[in-house]
């Protein structure tokens, strides 16, 4: 409080100048710049999409060539490993050409003909000989099948004949060469 | 007179679920992509009826693929023995391959891929380079029932 004597008059609270203090706190945001990022994911996504192919699932059949059986149609060459054992007759399944897309199959010296290649296999089961899954047959497990088509024969149906036969539980399945 | 400050409105784009989307994408893609599949032909497998098709883990084998001109003629385009292109034609090419690959393991399998609409007589004379070359086992390649 000051002396009214003096001359000086007192000055209010409210109008004393205060320090201001300029020096403001400045909060950073980290940024993070996915620019180049996405532009590198769309890359390799378009790569990606433009390599994948959507095909089926592919296996195989498996099978042994048969030995002794004329499926290169060459005979003037002497088997190199000559055997005493009496050759086996091979069981002929012949699939000949109905039109440019269906076949129809036989089996050579059988009077029986399948009607489609799931019969074909239960003819093949029938003729086998395999007591351990009481099969009483002519023919055993091992006996060459030789697969004989027509030349316009499609591939889907020597397939089949194929599948057929190793279904049916023959180990050696070939094919014949062009008459 | 004091200056009035515009506040001018700043777009913002929010990505996150973009990226989210992307990457799932991507990831996809490259557990779906199979490129040593891609190196070999396309062909249209056989299907049989109750197929056993089944997929192999055995290392010691060949591939020879067969593609097709087109459906109605059934000829073969191109022979692809172990990723080289050889011609429809050139038999002795494929039996020199064959023969060194039989030197090396005699246990070698020969995966035969062929579209199905190929002519068996288009088929034959690779089936009788396999018999020359002594080629012990034979896969034929088949859609698989999964």
Redesign the interface.
Known sequence: MLDPASGLQPVAEEQTPRKVNRKSHVIRIPTLN?TS??AM??G??TF??L???????????????PKGIV????TDKPDPNPTTEIPKVPIIIM?TQVD?VTARVSVSGLSEAPR???EL?VLLMKIQKNPEKGRNGVYTPDNPIVIQ????????H???A???A??AQYTSV??A??Q | MAKKKIDVPRPELN?TS??DL??N??TF??L??N?A??SMP?IE????????????DSQDRIVISLEVTDK?S?LAKRIVAGGRDIGPQDGKQLLDFLLREVKVSEKV?V?L?????????Q??PV??I???AN??????????E?
């Open positions: 996915v990022f996405l994911s769309w390799l996504l990606l999409m390599n994948a192919s959507f095909s089926g699932p592919e296996g195989v059949i498996s099978a042994n060539v499926s290169s149609g060459t699939v440019a489609s290649f799931k296999t088509p027509e030349a316009g024969v499609r591939w889907q020597v397939v089949n194929f599948n057929a190793v279904k070939g094919f060469a062009l | 990505v973009m990226m992307v990457l994408l991507m893609f490259v779906v992509s490129f599949a891609a396309l497998a056989p299907k049989p009826e109750d197929s056993l098709a089944r997929q192999t109605d059934g399998e995966d891929r062929v579209d199905k609409n190929v002519r068996y007589d088929v034959q089936l009788a396999m018999a020359e080629v012990k086992r034979m896969n034929l390649v088949a859609a698989r999964d």
